[in-house]
């Protein structure tokens, strides 16, 4: 297998992984953070467990009805 390839299907499984993770309600702190630091350098980063429970809370509180995006 060529390297290209090896690279290429690594990538389509990293996504297909980063899909079906996001399918079933597990969140992409790795994309949270890089989003973090590209879009509001300076502001503070969540743990990754503060950004897990906000993600629990924005997806199964309905009280607070749809999250609003920060961008």
Same mark, same amino acid.
């Given at each position: 297998?060529?390297?290209?390839?090896?690279?290429?299907?690594?990538? %389509?499984?990293? /996504?297909? &992984?980063?899909?079906?993770?996001?399918? +079933?309600?597990?969140?992409?702190?790795?994309?949270? %953070?890089?989003? /973090?630091? &590209?879009?509001?350098?300076?502001?503070? +980063?969540?743990?990754?467990?503060?950004?897990?429970?906000?993600?629990?809370?924005?997806?199964?509180?309905?009280?607070?009805?749809?999250?609003?995006?920060?961008?």
């Amino acid at each position: 297998m060529s390297e290209t390839l090896t690279s290429r299907a690594r990538f %389509v499984c990293d /996504r297909v &992984a980063q899909t079906a993770r996001l399918m +079933v309600g597990v969140p992409d702190y790795p994309t949270y %953070v890089a989003h /973090r630091k &590209a879009n509001h350098p300076g502001d503070p +980063v969540m743990t990754y467990e503060e950004f897990f429970r906000e993600r629990q809370s924005a997806r199964y509180d309905v009280s607070k009805g749809r999250l609003r995006g920060c961008c």
